[in-house]
């Protein structure tokens, strides 16, 4: 069975912020999206294939683990059970 995999509100809001950011950055709507599409697929690469990738970060949120992207951490739970995986925020390391 394939692992599926979900963003979470939170974490759908926090792309949009990291596609405004990249895009101020840039001022191209190419590289923005080149960027988000590359973003989106090492998640979905890495977690379908390892969904236990990433560190425990409990101290984030309880039974949760982090993948690092270039310098964006990847927050998720990984529900065995249901061959689930639920990504519940993004951030970049050095910004707060």
Known sequence: MKIKIYFTKTASNKLEQITEYIYEKTQSKQLTHKYLHKLKEFIVATLETFPKAGRPADE??????????????????????????YVMTLYRENLP
């Open 60 to 85: 984030i949120y309880k039974a949760t683990r982090k993948l690092v992207y270039q310098s964006y951490s990847i927050i998720y739970m990984y529900d065995e059970e249901k061959k689930s995986i």
